[in-house]
């Protein structure tokens, strides 16, 4: 076996080939270490407010309290999160995965379609939200079996009087909080107090139950939940924890989580490698104001920040942002697209650091390759399998490729998830026999056994980290009368990787661009909205009428 992982010669010193995934019971079981050894650490804190480990360890026994005490959900039953980074959002998760339910992460810049199809696909009994996105909620909750809404602003965890003025301030001045009405909705402050009245029963929660459903596209462009384990994410923080250990350092971390925690890359490197480690986790609501984030980052000393590629390049293009103390820094890592060599090289003169790449997937907790963290400088890998992890090159007929050849990149090891939500047939053609999980993403492995992405085998788009599935856009632009024909590719941009182009072919010759992205702003969230927009009299199409949408791709643009 041993010779088949070249990587292992090549194993930063101090990193195990093999972790123990059964080392914890289950995610809530690292917490209850995490409050054991550092409850009087700061835990996590946003907007100046600083909660806890032994706080969080309170709130979340009570929300946890008040979801099967108040509401009486049952093992299994699946609660959505609908908000962006705040101190609601580690309270609410880690209450709901001590409940033994399962966490359904929502982006809440969703649209009122996107949100409808997750809701009533995941089944969920509950969903909590944010003011800001409570609009979205309403206007989808009669299609949905949610039994409670459950509601909070912004600076509902702030105190006072600083919580009630951004309340104040994000709905009458910046008027950030459309009206909403959900009958029978309680407030999250509220629910926390109901909950403290209720004993939390002993919950059996094993290492097979389904801790998230973390929902990613396809290529049917219907969104699918990737079953994520509570095996999946003890295994993926452990594989982190090990690759990362010799530079941190327990109980005296503090990271920057600028990615929403909503999304798998900040919810398993800075959500629970870091908790495990008692690590201080910074979080930033609103990343886009870079002056804001910036003069946040001068606040205090940090020692780790996460991010994608147009993150790391927003920072270093935003004045003050070269005037930090970066002294403290000993870790960056950069995942979710790739991490473009001109903002690497940037990152290391301005910072000192290294900004170290990683690859990974939804579908696999997410890290499945990390670059070691003592890498000089860039290097154009996504790095090496981590410890427990196989990864090969396959050919279209699946057998294995040797070094340097081009194939597609599969992962095999204890994070890759159980399968997508109530879609076996998706799962087979994603998971082999083998237990191989096939990432789409076309790749080489050289003779010491780092990894390259060379292209990817789907027609996905990948946009700042998210993906954006064609056939998605494609079936919105569709939906207006005066289009006949439409296909989505991905275009290279300088500040998110790729941007969404729609080649149109009209049906109504009056059509115009800015009509196309005012229908598609009301229907997709702001990743996937195309930035082009182009009118052809046709498309290139196969034999069998299938749009050639690499051909759109790959050739000069026509008008």
Same mark, same amino acid.
């Given at each position: 076996?041993?010779?088949?992982?070249?990587?292992?010669?090549?194993?930063?010193?101090? @990193?195990?080939?093999?972790?123990?995934?059964?080392?914890?019971?289950?995610?809530?079981?690292?917490?209850?270490?995490?409050?054991?050894?550092?409850?009087?650490?700061?835990?996590?804190?946003?907007?100046?407010?600083?909660?806890?480990?032994?706080?969080?360890?309170?709130?979340?026994?009570?929300?946890? /309290?008040?979801?099967?005490?108040?509401? *009486?959900?049952?093992?299994?039953?699946? #609660?959505?999160?609908?908000?962006?980074?705040?101190?609601?959002?580690?309270?609410?998760?880690?209450?709901?995965?001590?409940?033994?339910?399962?966490?359904?992460?929502?982006?809440?810049?969703?649209?009122?379609?996107?949100?409808?199809?997750?809701?009533?696909?995941?089944?969920?009994?509950?969903?909590?939200?944010?003011?800001?996105?409570?609009?979205?909620?309403?206007?989808?909750?009669?299609?949905?079996?949610?039994?409670?809404?459950?509601?909070?602003?912004?600076?509902?965890?702030?105190?006072?009087? *600083?919580?009630?003025?951004?309340?104040? @301030?994000?709905?009458?001045?910046?008027?950030?909080?459309?009206?909403?009405?959900?009958?029978?909705?309680?407030?999250?402050?509220?629910?926390?107090?109901?909950?403290?009245?209720?004993?939390?029963?002993?919950?059996?929660?094993?290492?097979?139950?389904?801790?998230?459903?973390?929902?990613?596209?396809?290529?049917?462009?219907?969104? $699918?939940?990737?079953?994520?384990?509570?095996?999946?994410?003890?295994?993926?923080?452990?594989?982190?924890?090990?690759?990362?250990?010799?530079?941190?350092?327990?109980?005296?971390?503090?990271?920057?989580?600028?990615?929403?925690?909503?999304?798998?890359?900040?919810?398993?490197?800075?959500?629970? #490698?870091?908790?495990?480690?008692?690590?201080?986790?910074?979080?930033?609501?609103?990343?886009?104001?870079?002056?804001?984030?910036? *003069?946040?980052?001068?606040?205090?000393?940090?020692?780790?920040?996460?991010?994608?590629?147009?993150?790391?390049?927003?920072?270093?293009?935003?004045?003050?942002?070269?005037?930090?103390?970066?002294?403290?820094?000993?870790?960056?890592?950069?995942?979710?697209?790739?991490?473009?060599?001109?903002?690497?090289?940037?990152? $290391?003169?301005?910072?000192?650091?290294?900004?170290?790449?990683?690859?990974?997937?939804?579908?696999?907790?997410?890290?499945?390759?990390?670059?070691?963290?003592?890498?000089?400088?860039?290097?154009?890998?996504?790095?090496?399998?981590?410890?427990?992890?196989?990864?090969?090159?396959?050919?279209?007929?699946?057998?294995?490729?040797?070094?340097?050849?081009?194939?597609?990149?599969?992962?095999?090891?204890?994070?890759?998830?159980?399968?997508?939500?109530?879609?076996?047939?998706?799962?087979?053609?994603?998971?082999? /026999?083998?237990?191989?999980?096939?990432?789409?993403?076309?790749? $080489?492995?050289?003779?010491?056994?780092?990894?390259?992405?060379?292209?990817?085998? $789907?027609?996905?788009?990948?946009?700042?980290?998210?993906?954006?599935?064609?056939?998605?856009?494609?079936?919105?632009?569709?939906?207006?009368?005066?289009?006949?024909?439409?296909? /989505?590719?991905?275009?290279?941009?300088?500040?998110?990787?790729? /941007?969404?182009?729609?080649?149109?072919?009209?049906?109504?010759?009056?059509?115009?661009?800015?009509?196309?992205?005012?229908?598609?702003?009301?229907?997709?969230?702001?990743?996937?909205?195309?930035?082009?927009?182009?009118?052809?009299?046709?498309?290139? *199409?196969?034999?069998?009428?299938?749009?050639?949408?690499?051909?759109?791709?790959?050739?000069?643009?026509?008008?």
């Amino acid at each position: 076996m041993t010779d088949q992982r070249p990587w292992l010669a090549n194993y930063p010193a101090g @990193v195990p080939a093999e972790i123990d995934p059964e080392q914890y019971a289950s995610v809530p079981a690292v917490l209850d270490e995490a409050i054991a050894k550092f409850r009087d650490r700061p835990a996590f804190s946003n907007m100046g407010r600083t909660i806890t480990y032994g706080e969080l360890d309170a709130r979340s026994r009570d929300f946890a /309290a008040y979801l099967l005490g108040e509401l *009486k959900l049952k093992k299994g039953d699946r #609660v959505a999160i609908m908000m962006p980074n705040c101190l609601q959002y580690p309270i609410a998760t880690f209450g709901v995965l001590r409940a033994g339910l399962t966490v359904v992460n929502t982006n809440p810049m969703y649209t009122a379609r996107e949100l409808r199809h997750q809701l009533v696909d995941s089944g969920a009994a509950a969903v909590l939200v944010m003011d800001n996105f409570g609009k979205t909620v309403q206007d989808v909750l009669a299609d949905t079996q949610v039994k409670q809404v459950i509601t909070t602003g912004l600076g509902d965890l702030l105190g006072f009087p *600083k919580g009630a003025i951004v309340n104040f @301030v994000l709905k009458h001045v910046k008027k950030m909080v459309p009206d909403y009405t959900i009958h029978g909705a309680i407030r999250f402050n509220d629910a926390i107090a109901r909950g403290a009245k209720h004993e939390l029963p002993k919950i059996s929660t094993s290492l097979e139950d389904i801790a998230f459903l973390q929902y990613t596209g396809g290529t049917t462009g219907v969104a $699918k939940g990737a079953m994520l384990t509570h095996r999946n994410l003890v295994a993926n923080m452990q594989q982190a924890s090990a690759w990362i250990g010799p530079l941190a350092r327990e109980g005296q971390e503090t990271i920057i989580t600028a990615l929403p925690l909503y999304h798998i890359f900040a919810l398993t490197a800075n959500g629970l #490698v870091f908790m495990r480690l008692g690590a201080k986790n910074i979080l930033i609501t609103n990343p886009r104001d870079m002056p804001g984030f910036v *003069k946040e980052l001068k606040r205090e000393p940090f020692t780790a920040i996460t991010g994608v590629n147009t993150l790391f390049n927003g920072l270093l293009n935003t004045p003050g942002f070269s005037d930090i103390d970066f002294s403290p820094l000993r870790l960056t890592l950069g995942g979710g697209m790739a991490v473009q060599r001109a903002v690497a090289e940037r990152w $290391k003169q301005v910072t000192g650091v290294t900004l170290v790449e990683a690859y990974g997937l939804t579908e696999t907790s997410p890290a499945a390759c990390i670059n070691p963290m003592d890498l000089a400088e860039y290097n154009g890998s996504i790095g090496l399998p981590v410890p427990s992890t196989e990864a090969c090159i396959k050919d279209e007929a699946g057998n294995q490729l040797p070094v340097g050849e081009v194939g597609e990149l599969c992962i095999r090891g204890p994070q890759v998830m159980r399968g997508y939500w109530q879609r076996p047939e998706d799962t087979t053609a994603a998971i082999d /026999a083998d237990g191989w999980l096939h990432t789409g993403d076309m790749a $080489k492995m050289d003779d010491k056994g780092f990894f390259y992405i060379v292209d990817r085998k $789907k027609d996905m788009i990948l946009v700042s980290g998210f993906n954006v599935y064609p056939n998605e856009v494609e079936d919105v632009i569709a939906m207006m009368p005066g289009v006949l024909e439409v296909a /989505a590719i991905g275009v290279p941009d300088d500040k998110s990787g790729e /941007a969404v182009k729609v080649v149109i072919v009209r049906k109504d010759p009056s059509l115009t661009a800015d009509q196309v992205k005012a229908h598609a702003r009301e229907h997709l969230t702001g990743y996937k909205h195309p930035r082009i927009v182009e009118f052809r009299t046709e498309l290139p *199409k196969t034999n069998v009428g299938k749009i050639l949408r690499r051909e759109l791709r790959d050739e000069p643009a026509k008008t």
